[in-house]
């Protein structure tokens, strides 16, 4: 059977593959899918996949609907209760609805969450900091690519590069408490695709952003992924990125800023060489 690692794999390549058409058809998807499958698995075995996302869709909406069959029916009791003023039916329920809410935020923690990473995934930004594809406040957006991810895969094999998207992201994680414990800003990170990811800061400020991600990147390069080659031989990665920020204002386009994002990441990336 598929495991989530390798559909998670699929999925970020097919998306990245489709980064920049202004329009996706649902073929396109399809074919970008199929075609990201075969460079991570046996083509023979993309019914698996077919297979796990329609149990794991099934499974969402199985506790989706359980729940909200529950709220629904602890509700009602409580309308009742108030009603007839039982104060004991109406503690236990206050409880029962207390309950419900934290099985809620665990779906929604999952739904919002990358499974590889534990960062905020694209769903999370496209319902959490986006509303119609534009942005609800105003910031910076960073756009992060890892430098050499490609030749890490082909060098060492994707558990490898699943290493080194862990490593990267728990650092940044650092770098995030960090940096909202110093600044008291708002530092949200977002695994975009594959090896791209996204900063949400709550600051509009170019110099201070590019000069605070500069410090990271710098902080960064003084460390190292290791990784066993045999029993007795280790070998150390070195891991880099290249980065772009751009500006926006609450109800900006979410497109046209990853856009200019991207493109000043790449003059980066051109630096950096």
């Known amino acids: ?17 489709l980064k920049g058409k202004e329009v996706i058809l649902p ?32 499974e969402i909406s199985k ?35 207390k309950n419900l809410q934290k099985e809620i935020d665990e779906l929604q923690s999952q739904l919002y969450c990358d499974q590889l990473t534990g960062l905020n995934n694209i769903r999370w930004l496209k319902e959490v900091f986006l509303k119609n594809e534009t942005f ?48 008291k800003h708002d530092f949200h990170i977002v695994r975009y695709a594959g090896d791209e990811f996204l900063l949400l800061i709550d600051k509009k400020d170019l110099k201070f952003i590019t000069e605070e991600i500069n410090k990271i990147q710098k902080i960064l390069s003084s460390k190292y992924l290791v990784i066993k080659k045999d029993k007795d031989e280790k070998e150390k990665i070195k891991i880099s990125f290249s980065f772009g920020v751009s500006l926006f204002k609450k109800g900006e386009d979410f497109e046209s800023i990853l856009s200019s994002s991207d493109s000043n990441m790449y003059i980066n990336k051109k630096e950096n060489k």
């Open 1 to 17: 059977m598929t495991d989530l690692t390798n559909l998670k794999k699929i999925t970020s390549f097919a998306l990245s593959s």
């Open 27 to 58: 073929s396109d998807y399809f074919n970008s899918f199929i075609q990201s499958s075969k460079n991570i698995i046996d083509f023979d075995n993309l019914n698996d996949i077919y297979m796990f996302l329609e149990k794991d869709f099934h």
């Open 63 to 97: 506790k989706l609907s359980h729940l909200i069959k529950e709220t629904t029916f602890h509700t009602d009791r409580l309308i009742k209760a108030m009603e007839h003023n039982e104060i004991d039916i109406i503690e236990e329920v206050k409880i029962e609805l």
């Open 136 to 183: 609800v406040s105003e910031g910076a957006l960073v756009f992060i690519d890892l430098n050499n991810f490609k030749q890490i895969n082909d060098t060492f094999g994707h558990i490898i590069g699943d290493a080194v998207l862990r490593f990267f992201s728990n650092f940044f994680k650092q770098e995030q408490k960090r940096f909202i414990t110093q600044y």
